[in-house]
């Protein structure tokens, strides 16, 4: 007691003021520092609770039993989904189908697609190149078994694209699928680069001229 009188009466108002001031921040600190912890704390809860949903949520979606199908369980309702509800389209060469080449078709889907939409693809040589973006999903190329469809195309690495640059290997497929539950059934890809006339690389062999021999 004879200490604290001694200190105080020795202070300045000025340092006075100075010492309060520390002591207030020093408690807003520790205050602020308990309540950071409590928040981050129930934050923590809240996420394992919804995650707990979450889960509880998916398993009973994935062990519940397919409408109509006694005895069967649904994997991917997304997929099942989309098969209960798929639709057919014709392409033939001749005009008798809905679309003349697969390119027109595809273009007849809609983006993110949620139907299992089949084209039915009838035999001949349908010379296109064909992209399957991400957000067509569902797509089935169906041709006939006793005379598949061929796809081809004549692209490879080298060629030039638009951009005046090489293609490389991936934009030179003749069919390309980024899009998921995509299934192709009776149809043959190909890419036919005799189609095209070759430039000779440095390390191509000098073409034999059949006038010499």
Known sequence: MHTACTMSSSLSPTQMLLLLLSLCICNISLASSSSSEDG???????????????????????????????????????????????IRKTVSQDGTGDYRTVSEALNSIPAFNTRRVILVIKPGIYREKINVPRHMSFVTFLGDSTSPPTIT??????????????????????????????VAINVKFERDIALRPRILSPWDEEPVDENRR
């Open 40 to 86: 981050a704390f129930r934050r923590w809860v809240s996420w394992n609770v919804e995650n707990y949903r979450r889960e509880t949520s998916l398993n009973a979606m994935l062990t519940a039993g397919a409408p109509g199908i006694p005895g069967k369980k649904v994997v991917d309702w997304k997929l099942w989904k989309a098969e209960m509800s798929k």
């Open 153 to 182: 195309g004549n692209d490879t690495a080298s060629v030039t694209g638009r951009g005046g640059t090489p293609l490389k290997t991936f934009q030179s497929a003749t069919v390309a699928v980024d899009a998921d539950y995509f």
